[in-house]
Nanobody, 117 residues
Framework: QLQASGGGLVQAGGSLRLSCVASRTITSVFNSDTWTWHRQAPGKERDVIATIYPTGGTNYADSVKGRFTISKNSAKKTIYLQMNSLKPEDTAVYYC??????????WGQGTQVTVSS
């Protein structure tokens, strides 16, 4: 029920905006949940990189702090990840999720981001 999109091939220093629609999540649950973006590079574990809380507060991994911004639109039930100043080491498959869905072991389709040097 989570569909991430917006990935692609970009040069180092460029920007991308990822979107994730929680189409089957009812609005009240969307608003009360904590949402996250994760990424998984080849041969590495899937790591959380950005979190947005029901209050709108955010938290970021050190590797993306100051470059990436997570946001949400409750009316559209969509989570966004604005990625600026991209680096080759940002190359990965990016996934969104929520704490509720993760507790059920549910993951949606990710989107590939490739940053060329």
């Amino acid at each position: 029920q989570l569909q991430a999109s917006g990935g692609g091939l970009v040069q180092a220093g460029g920007s991308l905006r990822l979107s994730c629609v929680a189409s089957r999540t009812i609005t009240s649950v969307f608003n009360s949940d904590t949402w996250t973006w994760h990424r998984q590079a080849p041969g590495k574990e899937r790591d959380v990189i950005a979190t947005i809380y029901p209050t709108g507060g955010t938290n970021y991994a050190d590797s993306v702090k100051g470059r990436f911004t997570i946001s949400k639109n409750s009316a559209k039930k969509t989570i966004y990840l604005q990625m600026n100043s991209l680096k080759p080491e940002d190359t990965a498959v990016y996934y969104c999720n929520s704490h509720t869905l993760m507790s059920r072991g549910s993951w949606g389709q990710g989107t590939q981001v490739t940053v060329s040097s």
